[in-house]
């Protein structure tokens, strides 16, 4: 027994050993721990139940949540339309996002387009920017006024009514996600395109082979993996997606997944949602976990050798000029327009009403007025928004330190023991909560940090809460960094330290993370970037003590208060480019990298 506790102790006096152990078990405990919390509030009597349920108290058991979700006459309304809302939306989608990301980026790589390094780096705004950015900007254009209240700016200049089809519900919720997550096919099937070897095409074209059938049998296989990968990715991100469709679906009551779960977790019946999370959470990790298949299956591809000719580009004659000029048009329209129309909509007194005489600051500097918004103050002398902002910032760096310096302690662990069964399950449940909808983890975390769990009392209407389930959230981001940073150093490095007797701490702050500083810089940022511009993570966790700027945006335009909500919107996309700016400029990165040009 001394034998084996002596060899446990040295085991452990390794740095690696010992942080690997303590991940291991604080993963544990915030990753797999509250779905078997979730699963038991679905089974579980909450005190806004007890009336619905006759007979019963706080606590008791019942199976009334699943009967009620699955079988009861509210069943179609609560759960089923909305999910069948859920996959059309998801799969409509992910067919917009492929068509209009595939077509850029075979313009951007296989033909003599113009203007190629802006169209790349623009193809990138709808994605950095919040899609509940593009989401608002189509309300400010296309709302009309049998449910709007007031007109937008495209009946204001036109004089044309918009039907409610083409302004709320499926229609523009597609075109709004579908056009915020093309950027991932840009760069998935862009990348490959770039650099897959020119000569299979190349042979193709000496066979006299029509360009239509060249796409079609040589360029589309091997673009499949990329392609099928981007379908997975964004129909997940799509049917996880709030903001978007409560957004442009609430007006019209068009329900989907994640709306209905806000809507049941805030009403008389929180155990329906947590059934509908615990749904979202299953579908979530299924999807995923077959997109990490497919993209393992990836490697047996072989289209980047190093023997590759020069592509031969497509000559677009004389539509050169005006097929490049509408592409570029197209994406100031989705990447500058909105901001102007933000900025413009902050200054109108009277929504609808785009006369120079309707101009004010009052929605920045003033000091309220009674008939507007409650005499709500300008958001520049409004002591709410600060306060906002100040959570915002708070919750964000808090986020970005705990979740870079674990992401940190993670990659050292699971790249210094690579192989062996704890360094794996630590890499598993490190990337874990990237597979979990952002709404669906908050309501697992609702669930856990409700009530008091042990010596841990009662989080709901903390800080602490959002600090923990944004971190532990964006620990992905910060982990990858960290085991490509800890990879990508030589061992001898930090061996020729041990030999000199450096201790562990001072080998990390001196060596390691000076030498790997953009890749852990990287780590840091990525988060709080994440952290700044969310909202469906956070919006069942906040109280109005603990408000920020994303969900105050929320109850603004909830409120109909949209001159608020616009000019909010501005100072997250402002702080969103700047932060986004600063890891390019600090990691020398760059998503569209190699793709444009």
């Known amino acids: 027994m001394k034998k084996l506790l002596n060899k446990l102790l040295g085991h452990l006096s390794k740095p690696e050993h010992a942080i690997l152990i303590v991940l291991l078990i604080i993963l544990i405990y915030l990753t797999i721990v509250p779905l078997f919390y979730i ?16 007979g019963s108290s706080v606590g008791d058991f019942t199976t009334y949540h699943w009967e009620y979700v699955f079988k009861s006459a509210a069943s179609d309304n609560l759960f089923y339309k909305p999910l069948i809302n859920t996959l059309l939306v998801s799969i409509a989608t992910c067919a917009f996002a492929l068509i209009v990301g595939g077509f850029f980026a075979w313009m951007v790589t296989r033909t003599n ?42 009946t204001a200049l036109t004089g044309i009514e918009t039907s409610d089809w083409f302004a709320y519900g499926f229609i523009p919720i597609v ?75 609430g007006p019209v009551r068009y329900q989907v997944l994640t709306t209905q779960l806000y809507r049941t977790i805030n009403g008389v ?48 004659r004389k539509l050169r000029t005006p097929i490049s000029s509408i592409m570029l048009v197209l994406l100031v329209a989705v990447a500058v327009i909105p901001l102007l129309t933000f900025a413009a909509q902050s200054f109108f007194v009277e929504p609808g009403n785009y006369s120079l005489s309707n101009l004010s600051t009052i929605f920045w500097t003033g000091e309220g007025r009674p008939d507007i ?48 069964f704890v360094s794996n399950m630590v890499d598993r449940l490190a990337f874990f909560p990237y597979l979990i909808p952002s709404m669906a983890f908050g309501a697992i975390y609702l669930s856990m940090f409700s009530v008091q769990r042990g010596f841990i009392p009662p989080l709901y209407g903390t800080f602490a809460i959002l600090a923990l389930v944004g971190s532990v959230k964006y620990l992905p981001f910060a982990s990858r960094a960290g085991i490509n940073a800890i990879l990508q150093l030589g061992k001898e490095i930090e061996e020729a330290a041990i030999i000199l007797g450096v201790r562990w701490w001072k080998r990390m702050l001196k060596i390691i993370i000076p030498i790997q500083k953009p890749t852990v810089i990287s780590g840091y940022l990525l988060p709080f970037i994440s952290s700044m511009r969310e909202l469906a993570l956070y919006i069942l966790l906040v109280t109005p003590s603990t408000s920020i700027l994303t969900t105050m945006l929320f109850k603004y335009n909830e409120k109909g208060w949209n001159q608020y909500a616009n000019a909010i919107v501005l100072l997250i996309i402002g702080i969103v480019l700047i932060f986004n700016f600063i890891i390019n400029k600090v990691t020398g990165a760059s998503l569209d990298k190699g793709i444009g040009g």
């Open 269 to 316: 019946n929180p155990g329906a949602g947590y059934i509908i999370a615990s749904f979202m959470i299953v579908v979530g990790v299924a999807i995923l976990t077959i997109n990490q298949l497919i993209i393992g299956k990836r490697k047996g591809f072989t289209t980047v050798t190093g023997k590759s000719g020069n592509i031969s580009l497509v000559n677009l």
């Open 373 to 420: 918004a409650n005499g709500e103050p300008g958001i520049l002398k409004n002591k709410y928004v600060y306060q906002g902002l100040f959570n915002s910032f708070s919750l964000s760096i808090v986020v970005a330190l705990i979740a870079g310096t674990v992401g940190i302690l993670v990659g050292y662990s699971v790249a210094k023991t690579r192989g062996r």
């Open 175 to 249: 075109l709004v996600l579908g056009m915020h997550y093309a950027p991932f096919a840009f760069i998935l099937i862009g990348g490959i395109l770039r650099n897959m070897d020119a000569n299979l095409e190349e042979a193709a074209v000496i066979l006299k082979t029509s360009r239509f059938r060249i796409i079609w049998k040589i360029t589309v296989p091997i673009v499949m993996p990329a392609i099928l990968s981007t379908f997975l990715l964004v129909f997940s991100s799509a049917m996880s997606a709030f903001a978007v469709p409560s957004f442009l679906g």
């Open 39 to 54: 699963g038991v509030d679905t089974l579980t009597v909450h005190s806004a139940e007890v009336r619905r349920i006759r």
């Open 113 to 154: 387009l113009r203007f190629k390094k802006p169209i790349s780096t623009m193809m990138l705004f709808p994605y950095i920017m919040p899609s509940w950015t593009l989401a608002m900007a189509w309300l400010n254009f296309f709302k009309n006024k049998s449910i709007g209240g007031v007109p937008g700016i495209f």
